[in-house]
């Protein structure tokens, strides 16, 4: 006694095999964004302006620990960027925005913190001038 066929034709097959992956990175997507949501809140454009405005104000002797904040907050995004590698192309282009946003303030910072604010005033920060920054729904 044998296990009873679940498909009888290879369309059959094909079709249930799509329906899986489709149902797979449905599920992966809405995980990811969940982890997107809670590292960056409703939107990567007020997440950096935050970072941006929190970096300028504070004190010379504070920008090594709000670089390590920012740094752990890259950490995780990368993570997420790994994962949104196997579920497809809209959860990946958000969370490479956000990447792509943290590292350009990381860039700043390390060149000056003058440099920082000159180029903050001057719009010249990624979520400044990125159209495509992602806003949660």
């Known amino acids: 006694m044998g296990r009873p066929q679940l498909y009888n034709s290879p369309e059959e097959k094909a079709r249930a ?3 899986y ?5 449905n ?3 809405t995980s990811i964004n969940q982890k ?3 590292v ?6 007020d997440f950096t302006e935050t970072l941006c405005c929190a970096l300028i104000q504070c004190e010379e002797s504070e920008v090594p620990n709000a670089l ?3 740094l752990a907050a890259l950490d995780i995004i990368e993570d997420l ?12 282009t958000r969370v490479r925005e956000v990447r792509v946003s943290l590292e350009d303030i990381i ?3 390390r060149i000056d913190m003058d440099a920082l604010d000159e180029a903050y005033e001057k719009g010249e920060i990624y979520h400044q001038y990125a159209d495509s920054i992602y806003v949660c729904s």
């Open 36 to 38: 997107l949501f809670a």
């Open 17 to 19: 095999a799509r329906m």
């Open 40 to 45: 960056i809140g409703n939107s990567s454009r």
């Open 81 to 92: 960027e790994l994962e949104a590698r196997k579920v497809g192309s809209a959860v990946l």
């Open 27 to 29: 599920r992966n997507a």
């Open 68 to 70: 390590i904040d920012i």
């Open 21 to 25: 992956r489709q149902a797979y990175k």
């Open 107 to 109: 860039a700043w910072v």
